[in-house]
C-alpha cells in the first residue's frame, strides 16, 4: 500500500477511535450506577491508548494525525442529561456495541490488506482484540440488564 493512502487509512481509524474516548467519557460522565460509570472511564483510557498508538503510527510514517470528522458526534448528541434506568443504560450500550463492531470490521479488513508491516500488522490485532472485549461486556450487561 502506498504510504499516502496507508496515511489516509490510519487517519480514519485515528478519527473513530478519538470519537469513542469522547463518547466514553461522555457516558461516564452521565451514568449515574457507579460500577458502570467506572467501566466507560476505563475503557476510555484503553481507547485513549489505541487513538496513541495509531497517532505516532502515522508521525512514523511522516504523516500528520487528523481528525476527518466525528463519526459518533450525532449519536453522543443524543445523549441529554443523565443515564438513569435500565431501558436508559441498554440503549446507550447497544449503540456502543454497534460502534464497536465497526471499528472492529474495519480493523479486519485492514488486517487483511498485503503488505502491512510487522508492527502496524500487530498494532491493529491489539486493537481489534480490545474492541472485541469491550463489545463482550457490553453484551454481557444488556443481557444482565433484560433478565
Ligand atoms: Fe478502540
Ligand atoms: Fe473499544
Same mark, same amino acid.
Given at each position: 500500500?502506498? =504510504?499516502?493512502?496507508?496515511?489516509?487509512r490510519? #487517519?480514519?481509524?485515528?478519527?473513530?477511535?478519538?470519537? *469513542?474516548?469522547?463518547?466514553?467519557?461522555? *457516558?461516564?460522565?452521565?451514568i449515574?450506577?457507579?460500577?458502570?460509570?467506572k467501566?466507560?472511564?476505563?475503557?476510555?483510557?484503553?481507547? *485513549? *491508548?489505541?487513538?496513541? #498508538?495509531i497517532?505516532?503510527? /502515522?508521525? =512514523?510514517?511522516?504523516?500528520?494525525?487528523?481528525?476527518?470528522?466525528?463519526?459518533?458526534?450525532?449519536?453522543?448528541?443524543?445523549?441529554?442529561?443523565k443515564?438513569?434506568?435500565?431501558?436508559?443504560?441498554? #440503549?446507550?450500550? =447497544?449503540?456502543?456495541?454497534?460502534?464497536?463492531?465497526?471499528?472492529?470490521?474495519?480493523?479486519?479488513?485492514?488486517?487483511?490488506?498485503?503488505?502491512?508491516?510487522?508492527?502496524?500488522?500487530?498494532?491493529?490485532?491489539?486493537?481489534? /482484540?480490545?474492541?472485541?472485549l469491550?463489545?463482550?461486556?457490553?453484551?454481557?450487561?444488556?443481557?444482565?440488564?433484560? #433478565?
Open positions: 500500500m502506498k =504510504k499516502s493512502k496507508l496515511i489516509r490510519l #487517519n480514519w481509524f485515528y478519527s473513530i477511535e478519538k470519537s *469513542q474516548v469522547d463518547l466514553y467519557t461522555a *457516558q461516564s460522565r452521565k449515574d450506577d457507579i460500577y458502570l460509570k467501566t466507560m472511564a476505563r475503557v476510555a483510557v484503553i481507547e *485513549q *491508548q489505541h487513538v496513541d #498508538n497517532a505516532s503510527k /502515522i508521525k =512514523k510514517l511522516g504523516g500528520k494525525p487528523t481528525f476527518i470528522g466525528d463519526k459518533v458526534a450525532p449519536i453522543a448528541g443524543k445523549i441529554a442529561g443515564i438513569t434506568g435500565k431501558t436508559g443504560v441498554i #440503549n446507550i450500550l =447497544k449503540t456502543d456495541i454497534a460502534l464497536e463492531e465497526k471499528a472492529m470490521r474495519d480493523y479486519k479488513d485492514f488486517i487483511l490488506e498485503s503488505g502491512l508491516d510487522e508492527n502496524l500488522f500487530e498494532l491493529l490485532w491489539s486493537n481489534l /482484540i480490545d474492541e472485541d469491550h463489545t463482550s461486556w457490553f453484551a454481557s450487561k444488556v443481557a444482565e440488564l433484560k #433478565n
